[in-house]
């Protein structure tokens, strides 16, 4: 870090402290939670001090606290509609601090006659600091789609999947995509909880919110997410529950889910579990390929190539199905005086997938499979105000092992139809193989937060990620191919000040990134082991300024690094080579956003855009190697990001409600000059990053109505429309103008119809996508499925 910067850092959270008036003879404080009768957290209610200023608003937790109160007897008093308004009295000493917890009860005449209006915990969340996105899955929880789908809908990000259910996907946030972008469940990295555990596999049945932060990534997170971070938010309240369903729809396809917890209230042991199972045979149609006709044949073989030639043609997929289970199962207790939650926990998942093609449509296979297994144990503790008031800790530990088993045994060419020839290597262009992999992990994430006042607070993060490589192949004599010790540490504090009354919110933050990676290396016909330290530091500021209570502006800056992950460094067995001397990536990220919304009557608004820009050094993009017909990833010395994104909501009561937004996105390479001493410049330099798409936009419709046929029902219609304007394949310096590759743009259209009856107990949906059977394109111009319908049935008691 330069030290000007440091300076200049340091003089302004020195500045920012000047709020601490009275910090030396701080006031006594009164806090507590406030839940229902059943002990669930109340959000949002308003508990204050009769006949004085003092007022406050309980967070998520339902905890509240009121500093700063001299001595006396008070009225304390808590609201919140919908519930019978509780007041008790207080009294308070001096150097002591007072502890008071409420339990309101339901108001059933007030919910009835009353409109209620408020911040829901998503609202709360766009109104952070940090540029974020919460999505409410709740609208999609009666159609089939997984996370993915439902992400893919959200303005600034993009997903682009290689095929069907279970296919590799390229996820991208403003522009910077792949392992740039970090996927979390409840501020836990999906990876360390099994392979199965993908956005394109969990339905979104097993979460109730997304968070997508695009850029600055808060520091509890604990992530090197340089591009943005994706925190999934399961179902944390302390009820009786179960949710289960079902979906059969085109290619053979079966999804189910199931999410069920169980509290015993005298005891508060908890017991959670979660699953899903996915299956499809992916024989979607391929429109326009390119088959051999003519020739000797035996059977599917072809003996003879005199007098074949390439036709197009329309085949159906002969080689992609895909089959993957999770289960999870999570003991427990809540609501103790030495922790609020204390859980234990073990997951195991399974998954096995043909290969239908390399890393592009040319490269078809048809006998190439791939299976892994993982399982996991987990441990995690949560306690707030843990000895003293105002701090909260959280404790996350697991143990697990990964592994895979890649097989590719047959010297054969693969067509379209499903002929072949033979040839002097294998499928994948390489000796038979029965690859297997297998990674044992051990991560542990501890987190504390110190909330000063009610204007000052810290929060600091510590994750340790250890990661053992080992890989090999059967049928070879020989040992490990690449043995190594991937070892990250990320070290995050956080200053977060509330200014102006809440109207100004500023949080500092600063981040250490290590890596250590230890490997093997055959040299002089022996592995010699080579450790490689990669130590780098960030920092930043998240800002929000509320000009009116609904109408606020953002700024967020940082210095940032993204370490390497471990298919980067050791390959994935399948369609990436190993690459261990790649350096890790560091960008400088700044954006500028607006949020406004306001209600009239029925009727609602919002509205929000912002403007981005990144400047990424020793960028890590894959490359394509036609002769080994996989990718590698490689570093590429500067590429620069700017771009801008909007979005409109609109709802009217529950009837109505529509959104639609768009992002502009240009990642340009940067290199002006290559690896050589050349003043010649590169061929690329100014040229768009090939495989991304640069405009894209999306709209949602939808409409329902309430108590159709019988009471406690409701019938919604959702109509969601994409488009993705045309892109570059390869680079758009080589070709000439008529033949430069590109991807052509794309418009889809998809529908659901649900109908939910006995108070959302029973729920029923039919779906289509690709409703006018469009050629669609994605990551490297594979095709995605044409027109499929699916039916959804799902149980959901609590």
């Known amino acids: 870090m330069p030290r000007s910067l440091l300076i200049r850092l340091f003089l302004l959270i020195t500045i920012s402290f000047n709020g601490f008036h009275g910090f030396a003879q701080k006031l006594p404080s009164v806090s507590g939670y406030v839940k229902t009768e059943s002990g669930e957290a109340l959000p949002g209610v308003t508990v204050s001090i009769s006949k004085t200023p003092h007022g406050v608003t309980t967070d998520p937790n339902g905890f509240f606290e009121l500093p700063n109160v001299k001595s006396g007897t008070y009225t304390l008093q808590a609201t919140l509609m919908g519930y019978k308004t509780v007041s008790e009295t207080i009294s308070i000493q001096s150097g002591k601090t007072a502890t008071f917890n409420f339990q309101l009860k339901e108001n059933q005449q007030n919910l009835n006659e009353v409109s209620v209006y408020g911040k829901t915990e998503t609202q709360a969340v766009k109104e952070q600091a940090f540029t974020v996105n919460a999505i409410e899955t709740k609208q999609f929880q009666n159609t089939t789609a997984d996370l993915n789908q439902v992400l893919n809908r959200s303005a600034g990000v993009r997903i682009r999947e290689q095929g069907g259910l279970g296919s590799s996907f390229n996820f991208s946030i403003n522009g910077l995509s792949g392992k740039a972008v970090k996927y979390f469940i409840d501020g ?32 509890q997170l604990g992530s090197d997410a340089m591009g943005g971070a994706v925190n999934v938010i399961t179902n944390q309240k302390q009820t009786n529950y179960l949710d289960l369903s079902h979906s059969y729809g085109s290619f053979n396809t079966h999804r189910s889910a199931l999410t069920a917890q169980y509290v015993h209230k005298p005891t508060g042991i908890t017991v959670k579990a979660s699953g899903f199972f996915n299956y499809s ?79 592009e449509q040319a490269i078809v296979y048809g006998n190439v499979q791939r299976k892994g297994k993982s399982s996991t144990g987990t441990l995690r503790y949560k306690k707030n105000n843990l000895l003293v008031n105002g701090l909260d800790v959280n404790l996350f530990a697991s143990l697990s092992t990964d592994k895979y088993l890649t097989a590719d045994t047959l010297l054969r060419q693969y067509y379209w139809d499903g002929s072949w020839t033979t040839k002097g290597a294998t499928e994948m262009g390489g000796i038979k193989s029965l690859s297997h992999i297998i990674r044992p992990r051990a991560f542990l994430r501890a987190n504390a937060s110190y909330t000063l006042n009610e204007k000052h607070s810290f929060n600091l993060n510590y994750t340790i990620d250890r990661l053992k490589n080992e890989n090999y192949n059967e049928l070879l004599v020989s040992g490990d191919d690449m043995p190594g010790i991937m070892t990250k540490q990320i070290l995050g504090l956080a200053y977060q000040q509330e200014l102006l009354d809440k109207r100004w919110t500023n949080t500092f933050f600063g981040k250490y990134y290590g890596l250590s990676l230890e490997r093997k290396k055959w040299i002089d016909n022996d592995y010699q082991v080579l450790t490689d330290k990669f130590p780098n530091y960030g920092y930043g500021v ?11 502006v953002k700024l967020s800056v940082e210095h940032t690094f993204r370490l390497q992950e471990v298919e980067e460094v050791f390959g994935d067995g399948l369609n990436v080579q190993p690459n261990p001397d790649l350096k890790p990536e560091r960008s400088d990220n700044v954006n500028l956003g607006s949020y406004y919304g306001f209600r009239t009557g029925k009727h609602r608004f919002f509205a929000e855009a912002a403007g981005f820009y990144r400047n990424a050094s020793d960028f890590i993009y894959p490359v394509a190697d036609q002769r080994s017909k996989a990718l590698k990833n490689e570093n590429k010395s500067n590429v620069r990001v700017t771009g801008f994104e909007a979005e409109l909501r609109y709802d009217y009561a529950d ?37 991304q798409p640069w405009f894209f936009g999306n709209a949602n419709f939808g409409i329902g109505k309430s108590d159709v046929f019988m009471k406690g029902s409701r019938l919604q219609f959702s109509w969601f429309t994409q488009y993705v304007h045309w892109f570059y394949l390869t680079w758009e310096a080589f070709g000439n103008v008529n033949g430069k590759s590109t991807i052509p743009s794309q418009l889809i259209h998809n529908a659901t119809l649900s109908y939910s009856f006995a108070d959302g107990r029973y729920n029923v949906s039919a779906e289509c996508r690709n409703l006018t059977d469009d050629l669609a394109y994605d990551n490297f111009r594979l095709q995605k499925p044409g027109r499929a319908f699916a039916l959804k049935l799902r149980y959901f008691i609590h």
């Open 188 to 219: 836990v990295p999906m990876e360390v909880m099994g392979s199965a555990m993908s956005l394109n596999n969990i339905p979104v049945n097993l979460s109730e919110r997304i968070e997508v932060y695009k850029g600055v990534v808060p520091v």
């Open 281 to 359: 045979d992916n024989n979607y149609k391929m429109k326009g390929v390119e088959i051999l006709e003519g020739g000797t044949r035996v059977g599917n073989q072809i003996t003879d190539l005199t007098g074949a030639n390439f036709v197009l043609t329309d085949v159906k997929r002969f080689h992609d199905h895909y089959r993957s289970g999770m289960g999870q199962v999570e003991v427990g207790i809540t609501n103790k005086s030495w922790a609020d939650v204390l859980y234990a926990g073990f997951g195991y998942s399974e998954s096995r997938q043909d290969q239908q093609t390399g890393f």
């Open 542 to 552: 998240a800002s929000r300024y509320k000009i009116l209570p609904d109408l606020g």
């Open 655 to 691: 009837l109505l409600s529509f959104n639609v937004n768009a992002t502009y996105q240009s990642a340009v390479n940067m290199t002006k000059f290559g690896s050589t001493a050349s003043n010649v410049p590169e061929a690329t330099y100014k040229n768009k990053i090939p495989n």
